[in-house]
């Protein structure tokens, strides 16, 4: 079929028929190596996002640590816990 998107050949050799041998260590169900292959990039594809999730609760938490840090210099708590507070 005639298409402007680029097209891939992988030949079932060397590193890469090691890497559908491990995958089908992890899918035995998958029979089809063309499957598996595809199988493996979504996994790899899941692993990349989780990755990109992890960073941003890092980067969240960073950013809860640095407002924490900076809570004391913005509020007076014992101002906030007199009756002056409220008047």
């Known amino acids: 079929m005639p298409t402007t998107k680029p097209r891939y050949t992988f030949t079932d050799t060397g590193h890469l028929q090691e890497l559908l041998d491990a995958a089908q ?3 035995p169900e ?6 598996l292959l595809l199988r493996l990039a979504e996994e790899g594809h899941n692993t990349l996002e989780a990755g ?4 941003t609760a890092e980067e ?4 809860v640590q640095a407002a924490l840090v900076r809570i004391p210099s ?5 101002m ?3 009756d002056r507070a409220w008047s």
């Open 74 to 78: 913005l509020v007076d708590a014992d």
């Open 60 to 63: 969240r938490r960073a950013r």
């Open 25 to 27: 260590g992890w899918w």
């Open 80 to 82: 906030l816990l007199s």
């Open 52 to 55: 990109d999730e992890q960073l």
């Open 30 to 35: 998958i029979t089809d190596r063309k499957t």
